[in-house]
């Protein structure tokens, strides 16, 4: 069976012929359906990796089948496809991500051709087998690397510098080259590998912190956190000896969870917050809006910063209803006495908006993409020199 599956389900047998055909010349076995009472049987026996998903059909909507998927625990790529307006889109689109599917993209019918073919494109995979033992191997011997993303904090009017980033893991294949998390992460959740991985992407990200350090660079640092850590009531202890071994200060570090990881177990995620917190290091609460929120919790767990998913972001300069949500999210957390982070700022229109908004801070490739730590490095000295130049003076 091919590695690139993908299923088209579209009550317009033209439509899903159209996807499908698209689809085979990129390389994908394709399979197409406008029944959608076929579906459940076909996602079992096809496992597909990409499925583009109509939204209006008969009998049974879009909607029900994303429920479908996500009680399946489906991992494959999900295209919204619909000629309904864009609120709906994006609506479905974000129902989609609480149910912890991954949607790549929601896209307005009549698709074009070009758009469809970037998008599959896009979702494309190689041909390969990651396992449980190699992804073992791989963190004993060292082949996870971390690389770091930039965020900017908003100091004066105009004036945005970086003095943080987020460490993201990668996993150097000797034979697939550098595999993305979205890969091995849901391996190591489901094989007990969690711990180990998490604990060497602290280990190195510290370690470079340390050197950043000890050369002059103040960088504060984001880790992401698995839910898993949030029932260990030794976390907390163990995280901080690692701090002191790196000497570093805990009021450096700041570690990032998803609003549904922080809701599993509210109790006892708060008692593991609650340690951090008093022991200095900052709480982030990650893609906050895109699942089930209970506000309750978001005031009584002690984050210390909100980052708005970039799902909202991306829609700031041509949707108002965007512009709504970001502003009403940042006036949240500083409301809750949190500073708010905007994700996926791709240009210099969009960091102009989350100024005007009173955004704190942002990341995305505008400010720079994931890096190893030496080209970082490079990338603040140049985006920070734009603003620490001292102002020409007129002489005469």
């Known amino acids: 069976m091919s590695a690139n599956r993908l299923l088209v389900i579209d009550d317009e047998p033209d439509m899903a012929a159209f996807v499908a055909e698209v689809a085979g010349d990129l390389g994908f076995e394709a399979r197409k359906l406008s029944d959608p009472a076929a579906f459940e049987a076909e996602v079992a026996r096809f496992n597909p990796t990409v499925i583009v998903l109509d939204l209006q059909m008969p009998k049974r909507d879009g909607i029900e089948l994303l429920r479908f998927l996500s009680e399946q625990c489906c991992a494959a790529e999900l295209i919204i496809a619909s000629g309904m307006d864009s609120r709906v889109l994006t609506t479905a689109a974000q129902l989609g991500r609480s149910l912890d ?52 904090t ?48 602290f280990r190195a990200a510290m370690e470079q912190a340390r050197v950043w350090t000890a050369n002059g660079l103040s960088m504060e640092l984001a880790v992401n956190l698995s839910a ?12 901080l000896t690692l701090v002191r071994e790196n000497n570093l200060d805990p009021t450096r570090l700041s570690l990032e969870l998803t609003e549904t990881a922080a809701m599993h177990d509210p109790d006892v995620t708060m008692d593991i917050l609650a340690r951090l917190r008093v022991k200095g290091v900052n709480l ?86 994931a890096q190893a730590a030496k080209k970082l490095e490079a990338t603040i000295e140049r985006w920070n020199s734009r603003f620490l130049r001292p102002a020409l003076t007129e002489v005469g």
């Open 154 to 201: 908003l100091k004066s009017p105009g004036r945005w510098l970086i003095e943080g980033a987020e460490a993201l893991v990668r996993w150097q294949h000797d034979e697939y080259g550098l595999v993305y998390p979205n890969d091995f992460i849901p391996i190591a959740e489901q094989n007990g590998l969690i711990t180990a991985l998490t604990d060497a992407v």
């Open 228 to 239: 898993q850590f949030l029932t260990d009531l030794e976390f907390p202890d163990r995280l």
């Open 284 to 369: 982030c609460i990650d893609d906050f809006g895109t699942g089930y929120s209970s506000l309750t919790q978001l005031y009584r767990m002690p984050f210390s910063e909100l980052n708005v998913d970039m799902s909202f972001t991306s829609e700031l300069a041509d949707s108002e209803e965007a512009r709504a949500m970001v502003e009403g999210l940042i006036f949240l957390a500083h409301k809750l006495k949190m500073k708010a982070c905007a994700e996926g700022v791709e240009d210099e229109k969009t960091l102009d908006i989350l100024e005007r908004m009173g955004c704190d801070r942002v990341q995305g490739h505008f400010i720079g993409e």
């Open 101 to 152: 599917l991954s949607i790549a993209a929601a896209l307005t019918k009549p698709v074009a051709l070009d758009v469809l073919e970037v998008t599959l494109a896009r979702l494309k995979r190689q041909e390969r087998i990651l396992t449980a033992d190699a992804l073992a191997a791989a963190i004993e011997s060292g082949q996870l690397i971390v690389h770091y993303q930039p965020k900017a």
